[in-house]
Protein backbone atom coordinates (compact mmCIF):
# COMPACT_ATOMS: atom_id res chain seq x y z
CA UNK A 1 0.00 0.00 0.00
CA UNK A 2 1.24 3.63 -1.02
CA UNK A 3 1.71 6.66 1.62
CA UNK A 4 -1.02 9.27 1.49
CA UNK A 5 0.53 12.74 1.44
CA UNK A 6 -2.41 15.47 2.43
CA UNK A 7 -2.29 18.59 3.69
CA UNK A 8 -2.60 18.75 8.13
CA UNK A 9 -5.98 19.11 9.49
CA UNK A 10 -6.76 20.96 12.99
CA UNK A 11 -8.18 16.80 13.78
CA UNK A 12 -4.63 16.33 13.47
CA UNK A 13 -3.00 18.31 15.65
CA UNK A 14 -2.49 16.24 18.83
CA UNK A 15 -0.95 13.45 16.59
CA UNK A 16 1.81 15.84 15.05
CA UNK A 17 2.21 17.14 18.60
CA UNK A 18 2.67 13.98 19.72
CA UNK A 19 5.11 12.82 17.13
CA UNK A 20 6.90 15.88 17.59
CA UNK A 21 7.26 15.15 21.49
CA UNK A 22 8.63 11.57 21.45
CA UNK A 23 12.38 11.68 21.03
CA UNK A 24 14.66 12.68 23.54
CA UNK A 25 15.20 16.46 22.28
CA UNK A 26 11.40 17.01 21.34
CA UNK A 27 10.57 15.88 24.57
CA UNK A 28 12.04 18.74 26.15
CA UNK A 29 10.67 21.43 24.15
CA UNK A 30 7.26 20.22 23.45
CA UNK A 31 4.11 19.41 25.43
CA UNK A 32 2.24 17.01 24.13
CA UNK A 33 -0.77 17.18 27.02
CA UNK A 34 -4.45 17.26 25.99
CA UNK A 35 -5.99 19.71 25.90
CA UNK A 36 -3.18 21.41 23.52
CA UNK A 37 -1.46 24.26 24.68
CA UNK A 38 -3.45 27.28 23.04
CA UNK A 39 0.07 28.51 21.13
CA UNK A 40 0.22 25.40 19.12
CA UNK A 41 -3.31 25.69 17.52
CA UNK A 42 -2.76 29.63 16.73
CA UNK A 43 0.49 27.62 14.89
CA UNK A 44 -1.60 25.57 13.08
CA UNK A 45 -3.45 28.18 11.97
CA UNK A 46 -0.84 31.00 10.58
CA UNK A 47 0.73 27.59 8.88
CA UNK A 48 -2.43 26.92 7.29
CA UNK A 49 -3.17 29.88 6.07
CA UNK A 50 0.21 31.30 4.97
CA UNK A 51 0.44 30.12 1.10
CA UNK A 52 4.03 29.70 1.69
CA UNK A 53 4.00 27.14 4.08
CA UNK A 54 2.70 23.47 3.78
CA UNK A 55 1.90 21.23 6.57
CA UNK A 56 1.91 17.82 5.34
CA UNK A 57 0.78 14.38 7.50
CA UNK A 58 1.75 11.32 6.17
CA UNK A 59 -0.68 8.32 6.19
CA UNK A 60 0.01 4.04 5.52
CA UNK A 61 -2.84 2.05 5.49
CA UNK A 62 -5.19 4.61 7.15
CA UNK A 63 -2.77 5.34 9.89
CA UNK A 64 -0.93 8.63 10.77
CA UNK A 65 2.95 7.59 10.25
CA UNK A 66 4.73 10.86 9.81
CA UNK A 67 4.64 14.43 9.22
CA UNK A 68 6.57 17.52 7.68
CA UNK A 69 6.44 21.32 7.27
CA UNK A 70 8.06 22.25 3.80
CA UNK A 71 8.51 26.51 3.61
CA UNK A 72 8.93 28.30 0.54
CA UNK A 73 11.27 31.11 0.90
CA UNK A 74 11.74 34.02 -2.09
CA UNK A 75 15.10 35.11 -1.91
CA UNK A 76 17.27 37.92 -3.76
CA UNK A 77 20.29 35.83 -3.23
CA UNK A 78 20.75 33.43 -6.23
CA UNK A 79 19.24 35.93 -9.09
CA UNK A 80 15.76 36.30 -6.92
CA UNK A 81 15.11 32.60 -6.83
CA UNK A 82 12.98 30.50 -4.44
CA UNK A 83 14.23 28.34 -1.27
CA UNK A 84 12.16 25.46 -0.17
CA UNK A 85 12.76 25.03 3.88
CA UNK A 86 11.94 21.32 5.00
CA UNK A 87 11.34 21.37 8.89
CA UNK A 88 9.59 19.15 11.81
CA UNK A 89 10.17 15.71 9.71
CA UNK A 90 9.36 12.78 11.99
CA UNK A 91 8.28 9.39 10.96
CA UNK A 92 6.73 7.04 13.80
CA UNK A 93 8.61 4.75 15.55
CA UNK A 94 7.12 1.89 14.81
CA UNK A 95 7.49 2.70 10.92
CA UNK A 96 11.02 3.50 10.41
CA UNK A 97 13.12 1.94 8.46
CA UNK A 98 10.60 0.75 6.01
CA UNK A 99 11.38 3.35 3.47
CA UNK A 100 9.10 5.90 4.48
CA UNK A 101 11.50 9.23 4.78
CA UNK A 102 12.82 8.75 1.39
CA UNK A 103 9.42 9.03 0.37
CA UNK A 104 8.67 11.94 2.25
CA UNK A 105 11.80 13.89 0.83
CA UNK A 106 11.06 12.82 -2.36
CA UNK A 107 7.38 14.17 -2.11
CA UNK A 108 8.76 17.11 -0.50
CA UNK A 109 11.42 17.87 -2.85
CA UNK A 110 9.01 17.58 -5.71
CA UNK A 111 6.59 20.08 -3.97
CA UNK A 112 10.31 22.64 -4.30
CA UNK A 113 10.42 22.11 -8.15
CA UNK A 114 6.69 22.48 -8.49
CA UNK A 115 7.27 25.53 -7.00
CA UNK A 116 9.81 26.86 -9.07
CA UNK A 117 12.43 26.49 -5.73
CA UNK A 118 16.06 26.40 -6.92
CA UNK A 119 17.29 24.84 -3.49
CA UNK A 120 15.86 22.67 -0.83
CA UNK A 121 17.01 23.73 2.63
CA UNK A 122 17.07 21.63 5.82
CA UNK A 123 18.98 21.55 9.69
CA UNK A 124 19.72 19.02 11.81
CA UNK A 125 20.42 18.72 15.62
CA UNK A 126 23.72 18.01 16.02
CA UNK A 127 22.50 15.47 18.71
CA UNK A 128 20.61 13.69 16.07
CA UNK A 129 23.75 12.03 14.01
CA UNK A 130 20.99 9.16 12.34
CA UNK A 131 18.60 11.83 11.19
CA UNK A 132 22.25 13.80 9.39
CA UNK A 133 23.65 10.54 8.02
CA UNK A 134 19.93 9.74 6.19
CA UNK A 135 19.72 13.73 4.96
CA UNK A 136 23.52 12.89 3.99
CA UNK A 137 22.02 9.55 2.00
CA UNK A 138 19.64 11.69 0.55
CA UNK A 139 22.19 14.13 -1.52
CA UNK A 140 22.18 16.89 1.43
CA UNK A 141 25.36 18.40 1.70
CA UNK A 142 26.56 20.25 5.18
CA UNK A 143 27.55 23.53 3.44
CA UNK A 144 26.76 25.92 5.92
CA UNK A 145 27.41 26.38 9.39
CA UNK A 146 24.46 27.05 11.05
CA UNK A 147 23.21 29.45 14.46
CA UNK A 148 20.19 29.89 16.65
CA UNK A 149 19.57 32.47 19.46
CA UNK A 150 16.63 31.42 21.50
CA UNK A 151 14.53 33.92 22.30
Same mark, same amino acid.
Given at each position: M????R?????????????????? @? +????????????????????????D? !? !???????????L??????????? @???? &???????? &????????? +??G?????????????? !??G???????????????????????????????????
Amino acid at each position: MALIFRSATLEDLESLVSLLSSDP @L +GSQREDATVPLHADYISAFEAITKDP !N !NELIVVEFDGVLVGMLQITFIPY @LTHI &GSWRCLIE &GVRIHEEFR +GRGFGEQMFEYAIAQAR !NKGCRMVQLTSDKQRPAAIRFYEKLGFKATHEGFKLVL
